[in-house]
């Protein structure tokens, strides 16, 4: 290698590094209530796959419940007659089914929307291998248009708290008109409580491939918090020889009185309160509220 050669690599390396420095630079400033970052978990290949792989297991909590959490949801919902044989039961952000599966089971007719291809692909084999039929659609459920058609609606562990109030108030008059007369809405969010426990996160750590990543990658973890707003934020820079990409996740916490607020403003009435969608017994203080709400008159 000439000199000419290695000075034109060194001022290339140079440009790179800086180039690194001052995205990451960048994204370590507090950025305004929902800001997004430059990609989506759901958008790419490797980890699509493992969040589903994340949903399926029964090592944690990470992205679904545990199966035995999810069978308690299932028969509490149940056995206090919110859900009955016959209804047409419409499940946002179903994921791989793993509710939806057991609904169906009770006697339901279950719908279910998931924004992730991977998810739904799973979802629509375990129904086929099991011989059940539910109608499970791919798409992002802002973008979903049903009237009058369902006797209940159902999110569950708190993908209300992603979006801004904006978007949250677009999807509950979604959920308004996609319900019947008689409809019920069921749900459940987390509160301030849960933030102080797990805490924001600011850590960096190298793999040689993993969640984010199948090869070698850097991550840098941050957290924000926004406690005027019960708000807060976990971003993700990942560096690696493609470049540098960066995820964010959103999270707006509720107590009972912010989120009974919204529901009265977009036309339901709070019926039924829980710590958790088990049916544990409402007390103020906890990590989660849950609640079945119907149309206002």
Known sequence: MNINNKMNNKINNKIINNEILDTIKKYTYKPEAFAYGEEHFWDDPHISKQMLEAHLSQQHDAASRRISTIDQTVDHLIKAGLLKPGMKLLDLGCGPGLYAKRFAEAGLEVVGLDISQNSIEYAKAAASKANMSIDYKCMNFFDMDFNNQFDAVIQVYGELCTFSDVSLNKLLQSIR?????????????????LRKKEKNRNNWYYSFGGFWRPKDHLVLEM?????EQDLWLDQYIVVDESGISVYRNWFHDYSLETITEVLNKNGFEVNEVWNDLTGSEYNEGGDWIAIAASLGT
């Open 177 to 193: 008109k996609a319900l019947k007369k008689d409809g019920k809405f069921i749900f459940d969010v987390s509160t301030r409580n």
């Open 223 to 227: 957290g924000f918090d926004y406690p």
